[in-house]
């Protein structure tokens, strides 16, 4: 019988990168390649289950008891993130964790001064990188949880439930999760996304996200003979950059603050491009955030007397705190369950999103429960298995009827 620790290192050597450029949904058909393992593994647990066109991996588990409790859903996506290589994965095991130095390769390793988080983890085991890619624990912990406790719930009769549904998304990292969900499918009163930080952690804020791409037009003349004529548009691009406010950056700030985040730039002399998200708790900043796009973009514009600059924004989800204020026993279950498990529930905003935002805006509340993993998008991520079985075990008590 396969333990959660197998599932999940037979996870994170596929490599399931989203696209954040293109146009197709999934935005890579290698994110098919795990929904295919996995409705196979749903499959050979006798679960009701498919796959649709989209690669949204869908699954009931019906509900073994006449007793009334609620229809949950179970959420994690397949996809991992753009920001850092995703192919060919080497995770390694380390047990019982003694707080030293972690050496991924002779390049990168994790000191637990410059990483404190480390400090948390001691005793654990944990599954780290070998400093060539990202982990994928974002989000192949949650998978793995779930299909463990799926695997838990069938071999254990005694944990009486109401029907479970379970959704693998794709895309959820370039904010089109949920693009084509299927609600009529996913019939609950409420859903958990597992996909976030440490255990015990319950999170039902988020910011609201959108993301700007700023194109530079230039005027490009022969460096010879280019005296008051050449425009160039990668000077106009960093002019544009600087216009931003230099301290609401990720690296300088936290906790509530927002940010304008340069995520690419590219370009040459006729033509630039610069890409961008914006963050914000409150809806207010958020729209002044993006304000202030157009705001530089016209005055810049003005500057240079003809259209230089051009700016789209897209938004991609919002804050669920709003749409969750008058559901808050959904969030107190969750809380209920983590103590009853032994811990102190951690409630934090999260300085991201996930498909529960997104879900939650759409009329089907889904706040976020924490998997176990840490430093997400990077070399230096990794997962705490403990942290991962003891959210199999909070999990389990959210599902049971007593």
């Known amino acids: 019988m ?15 990168q989203s696209d954040p450029n293109s146009n197709t949904f999934p935005s890579t058909e290698k994110q098919k ?25 869908y699954a009931k588990l019906p509900s073994n008891t006449t007793k009334k409790g609620y229809k949950i859903g179970l959420i994690a996506h397949v996809d991992t993130s753009f920001d850092a290589p995703g192919a060919n994965v080497n995770p390694r095991v380390i047990k019982n964790y003694d707080g030293s130095n972690i050496i991924l ?47 838990e719930i069938l071999n254990d009769k005694t944990i009486l439930h109401d029907d479970i549904y379970i959704c693998f998304t794709p895309d959820e990292e370039i904010g089109r999760g949920v693009e084509h969900f299927n609600y009529d499918y996913f019939k609950v009163d409420f859903a958990y996304t597992l996909d976030g930080g440490q255990v015990g952690s319950i999170e039902m804020e988020n910011f609201n996200a ?4 700023v194109t530079t037009i230039g005027k490009s003349i022969h460096p010879g003979s280019a005296k008051d004529q050449l425009i160039n548009a990668i000077k106009l691009a960093t002019e544009f950059s600087s216009n931003l406010p230099k301290d609401e950056v990720p690296e300088h700030t936290e906790m509530y603050e927002g940010f304008y985040h340069l995520t690419a730039i590219s370009g040459s002399v ?42 789209e924004l897209k938004d991609q989800y919002y804050n669920m705190a709003t749409y969750l204020e008058d559901k808050m026993y959904i969030v107190d279950l969750a809380k209920k369950a983590i103590i009853d498990s032994g811990l102190e529930p951690v409630t934090l905003p999260i300085r991201g999103g996930t498909d529960g935002a997104m879900l939650t805006y759409n009329g089907l509340p889904c706040p976020n429960i924490g998997a176990g993993y840490y430093n997400a998008h990077g070399r230096y991520e990794f997962a ?19």
């Open 2 to 16: 396969s333990t959660l620790l197998n599932k999940f290192l037979r996870y994170v050597v596929i490599d399931t």
């Open 270 to 311: 006729e033509l630039a491009t610069l890409e961008y998200i914006i963050r914000d708790h409150d809806m207010d900043s958020f729209k002044k955030r993006k304000e202030l796009f157009e705001t530089i973009k016209d005055k810049l514009n003005e500057k240079y007397s003809y259209e230089a600059f051009k700016v």
């Open 384 to 402: 705490s298995l403990n942290q991962m079985e003891k959210t199999v075990e909070i999990v389990k008590r959210i599902i049971k009827i007593k």
């Open 210 to 213: 959108a993301s700007a791409k």
């Open 33 to 57: 390649d795990l929904s295919r393992i996995l409705l196979n593994e749903l499959q050979q647990l006798n679960l009701e289950s498919h796959m649709d066109d989209y690669g949204y991996v």
């Open 105 to 151: 390769n002779e390049e990168y390793q994790m000191d637990p001064i410059k990483f404190p988080v480390l400090n948390e983890v001691i005793g654990d085991d944990l599954v780290v990188t070998d400093g060539n890619t990202l982990l994928g624990a974002d989000d192949k912990s949650g998978i793995a949880i779930i299909m463990q406790l799926l695997q």
